[in-house]
C-alpha cells in the first residue's frame, strides 16, 4: 500500500490549506484515514479521524477549524484547514488502515500504513 500527501505549504496565519491524502496499492477497503501532525522537538500527535462510515474524531485544538473528509471510491482523505495559527506549523502525516479478509467469518485483519508526512508552515 502506498501513502501519499499533498497540499502542505507556508500560508500566513488566518489563511487555510486543504491536505490530501491517496491511498492505492491494495485491491481491499480502508477502515479509519487520518491525519496527525509532528511539530519539531514534540511527539506525533492526532489531528482528526473518519472511519469508513463517516464518523468523525478531531483533536480538541483543531476541532472548530479543521474538517475531514473522504472518498471511499478514491481512496481519499482530505483535511480542510481553517484559521491556520503558528501553532499549526508541523509535518502533517496520513495514516491508513487496510482491512484485509481473515479466514473466519466476518473476520478481518488491519494494516496501517503512514504517508511520509507533508509541512504545513504558518508564520507572517
Known amino acids: 500500500v502506498q501513502v501519499v500527501e499533498s497540499g502542505g505549504g507556508l500560508v500566513q496565519p488566518g489563511e487555510s490549506l486543504r491536505l490530501s491524502c491517496l491511498a492505492s496499492?491494495?485491491?481491499?477497503?480502508?477502515?479509519?484515514m487520518g491525519w496527525y501532525r509532528q511539530a519539531a522537538g514534540k511527539e506525533r500527535d492526532l489531528v482528526a479521524t473518519?472511519?469508513?462510515?463517516?464518523?468523525?474524531n478531531l483533536g480538541d485544538s483543531v476541532k472548530d477549524r479543521f474538517t475531514i473528509s473522504r472518498d471511499n471510491v478514491k481512496n481519499a482523505v482530505y483535511l480542510q484547514m481553517n484559521r491556520l495559527k503558528p501553532e499549526d506549523t508541523a509535518v502533517y502525516y496520513c495514516?491508513?488502515?487496510?482491512?484485509?479478509?481473515?479466514?473466519?467469518?466476518?473476520?478481518?485483519?488491519?494494516?496501517?500504513?503512514w504517508g511520509q508526512g507533508t509541512q504545513v508552515t504558518v508564520s507572517s
Open positions: 495514516s491508513v488502515i487496510e482491512r484485509v479478509p481473515g479466514t473466519a467469518r466476518g473476520s478481518y485483519y488491519e494494516y496501517d500504513y
Open positions: 496499492g491494495t485491491i481491499f477497503s480502508f477502515g479509519t
Open positions: 473518519i472511519t469508513s462510515g463517516g464518523s468523525t
